[in-house]
């Protein structure tokens, strides 16, 4: 079972930029999927985007397209959430995942089996 702990988060005003890393341990995590999610205050969680095993494949929310990057490092199991523009609306707790296949899941939270403990995402003036 991956283990997965989420950093990078922070306060950044509107029009900022952060980047989340996800650093796995206790497996290879070039097997698995990894997804973003998060959660607002108040809220249910909400996928953010998902990138497969090789990272050849990629898929966004449409809240975040054009503004958020989902990239990996196989060789240091690490996988990056580079987000630009960011909004009021941004702002949330996000999560790392991890799910064992080889193509491109949907962001579905019930299909993912290993999870970080959240990073906080804060933009506001």
């Known amino acids: 079972q991956l283990q997965l702990v989420e950093s990078g988060g922070g306060l950044v005003q509107p029009g900022g930029s952060l980047r989340l890393s996800c650093a796995a341990s206790?497996?290879?995590?070039?097997?698995?999927?990894i997804g973003w999610f998060r959660r607002a205050p108040g809220t249910d969680l909400e996928g953010v985007s998902v990138i497969s095993s090789s990272g050849g494949s990629t898929n966004y929310a449409d809240s975040v397209k054009g503004r958020f990057i989902i990239s990996r490092d196989n060789a240091k199991n690490t996988v990056f959430l580079q987000m630009n523009s960011l909004k009021p609306e941004d702002t949330a707790v996000y999560y790392c995942a991890a799910k064992m296949i080889a193509g491109l899941p949907k962001l579905i939270v019930a299909d993912f089996s290993s999870w970080g403990q959240g990073t906080q995402v804060t933009v506001s003036a």
């Open positions: 206790g497996g290879n995590m070039a097997f698995y999927a």
